[in-house]
């Protein structure tokens, strides 16, 4: 094999095993991106770090093949990015496997169909992308995004960080084999075109194409409307989890299914739903004696349900981590009419609003990205005697069940509708203006109200107000004036329709 400087290949190698394989991969550790690139492959928008050690590297053509890219050695290679944020490191984007052939898939047998096939030992060559972490900074000092050549330069510097061999450990590919068939099932059913990313846990169907007109594929029955073409892939949080546990440290959370080597496969949403109906139609007080809690802290629901399925705290668990996953408790009125509070989000601060984008915003990364875990409390009609009581209360509000909700497609639209109102609306100053009321005036604001939108809308956290600079509850706007600090809210009427489509 004829070899210029740092090995890199001018003719394509035979790679017969999978030692040969991660041994080649683990040369290019510290190669600077540009004395790869003899492809030009790194000024591709998408996927161009990808092609580059494929082609460049390995000596692998671009292709779309449905055997692993190392045949004989059963090796399926994936490049993957990565970078760092305040809350450490994060997986940047998916992992897309293989496409779904609807035509052809084998849907009866996990490990026969084209995913486990292509990518049952893949070898994970990861890096730093530093692009996403210049760019917060740039916008924490309101200076513009990094160019496309200002990208690109960037890239060239960019090294290979670790490498290694991959196959899905043993407790997720429960999980995984059941998302597989919830998948598999829409496809033998020829619902193909109702696949969302929200069905499944760890493994999903992401959409491909650059316009869904572009995309659509047949179904199996020819006389069933067409579907976006889709990608199997493993979600981003699940690969945050995998580059944080596997590849660059250990695996050291706490399970909640304890009992995975006598599980074929695991649907998440029902095994803890089992786990806990013991306590459904139970009220907190009685929760608290049978569990040997003593708290009243705000996080007592969440306490309950944690010490109920035997971890410390379920939101740090191996499995809601590699799902993204995170609690909501709601407290429905004992006629089942109305819930105590529409849902809040974490406060934004205006400066950030209007400079960031959709793609990038903590609003779809909570509102959009995010599958949440309902705990659903019901009151019985002794509560409201003396809500103030939290000892009164406790005994009053029952465990009524739980369920995993993400928000659809169609009503996401709803949200960022909501999140361009909202920007719009600051960047203008917000409509502040005081208005008379008794005596005195309260202050108004043009933000989007719950009346505005059937799924979302914008106002204060707290029942405290602010609107100068030494007030604790007051952020800056656009304008120079202070306001109260707003967050995003999903519209309790809303949350209650999602609620009553799966359980009252």
């Keep these: 094999m004829k070899l210029i400087k740092w090995g890199i290949n001018l003719c394509q190698k035979v790679y017969r095993t999978k030692e040969e394989v991660l041994a080649r991969g683990r040369e290019a550790i510290g190669v600077p991106f540009k004395d790869i690139d003899k492809s030009n492959k790194l000024k591709e928008v998408k996927g161009g770090a990808g092609k580059m050690i494929e082609e460049d590297w390995f000596g692998i053509k671009n292709n779309n093949m449905a055997a692993p890219d190392f045949a004989e050695a059963g090796v399926e290679l994936k490049v993957t990015p990565y970078f760092k944020n305040s809350k450490g490191l994060r997986a940047k984007e998916r992992l897309v496997c293989n496409i779904i052939n609807y035509e052809t898939e084998n849907l009866e047998d996990f490990y026969k169909s084209s995913y486990w096939k292509k990518n049952e030992t893949t070898l994970l060559m990861s890096y730093r992308d530093r692009i996403p972490e210049i760019n917060a900074e740039r916008k924490k000092e309101k200076k513009a995004s990094l160019s496309a050549e200002e990208k690109y330069e960037l890239k060239k510097q960019f090294t290979i960080d670790e490498v290694a061999l991959f196959k899905i450990p043993e407790k997720d590919l429960k999980i995984i084999k059941n998302d597989w068939m919830i998948i598999a099932n829409k496809i033998r059913n020829n619902k193909a075109h109702e696949i969302s990313e929200s069905d499944t846990r760890y493994l999903a169907a992401c959409t491909k194409g650059s316009t869904a007109e572009k995309s659509l594929r047949r179904q199996r029955d020819v006389?069933?409307?067409?579907?976006?073409?889709?990608?199997?892939?493993?979600?981003?949080?699940?690969?945050?989890?995998?580059?944080?546990?596997?590849?660059?440290?250990?695996?050291?959370?706490?399970?909640?299914?304890?009992?995975?080597?006598?599980?074929?496969?695991?649907?998440?949403?029902?095994?803890?739903?089992?786990?806990?109906?013991?306590?459904?139609?139970?009220?907190?007080?009685?929760?608290?004696?049978?569990?040997?809690?003593?708290?009243?802290?705000?996080?007592?629901?969440?306490?309950?349900?944690?010490?109920?399925?035997?971890?410390?705290?379920?939101?740090?668990?191996?499995?809601?981590?590699?799902?993204?996953?995170?609690?909501?408790?709601?407290?429905?009125?004992?006629?089942?009419?109305?819930?105590?509070?529409?849902?809040?989000?974490?406060?934004?601060?205006?400066?950030?609003?209007?400079?960031?984008?959709?793609?990038?915003?903590?609003?779809k990364e909570n509102m959009i990205d995010k599958t949440y875990m309902f705990v659903i409390f019901k009151k019985d009609n002794m509560y409201n005697q003396d809500k103030n009581n939290s000892k009164y209360t406790q005994e009053h509000l029952f465990l009524n069940n739980i369920m995993f909700w993400q928000i659809s497609e169609k009503d996401a639209i709803e949200v960022k509708k909501v999140w361009e109102k909202a920007r719009e609306?600051?960047?203008?100053?917000?409509?502040?203006?005081?208005?008379?009321?008794?005596?005195?005036?309260?202050?108004?604001?043009?933000?989007?109200?719950?009346?505005?939108?059937?799924?979302?809308?914008?106002?204060?956290?707290?029942?405290?107000?602010?609107?100068?600079?030494?007030?604790?509850?007051?952020?800056?706007?656009?304008?120079?004036?202070?306001?109260?600090?707003?967050?995003?809210?999903?519209?309790?009427?809303?949350?209650?329709?999602?609620?009553?489509?799966?359980?009252?």
């Design 223 to 363: 006389n069933a409307v067409k579907a976006r073409e889709r990608a199997y892939s493993l979600k981003p949080s699940y690969m945050t989890y995998i580059l944080n546990s596997y590849i660059y440290g250990e695996d050291i959370d706490e399970n909640i299914i304890k009992d995975y080597e006598n599980i074929d496969s695991v649907d998440l949403e029902s095994y803890i739903r089992n786990k806990l109906k013991p306590y459904f139609g139970k009220s907190q007080a009685e929760m608290k004696k049978e569990l040997g809690i003593d708290s009243n802290a705000k996080s007592l629901n969440q306490l309950l349900i944690s010490k109920a399925l035997s971890v410390s705290d379920i939101e740090n668990s191996s499995e809601f981590k590699k799902a993204d996953i995170k609690v909501k408790t709601i407290r429905v009125e004992c006629d089942g009419n109305n819930i105590e509070q529409h849902m809040s989000f974490p406060f934004v601060k205006f400066m950030d609003l209007i400079n960031e984008e959709w793609e990038e915003s903590s609003t």
């Design 425 to 504: 609306v600051i960047r203008n100053g917000a409509g502040l203006r005081k208005k008379a009321r008794g005596q005195g005036f309260i202050m108004k604001n043009d933000l989007p109200k719950s009346k505005d939108n059937r799924v979302a809308h914008m106002r204060p956290h707290t029942s405290e107000s602010g609107y100068t600079a030494n007030s604790p509850y007051a952020d800056i706007l656009p304008s120079g004036e202070y306001m109260t600090k707003q967050c995003f809210w999903f519209n309790r009427k809303f949350i209650l329709e999602q609620i009553r489509k799966n359980i009252l």
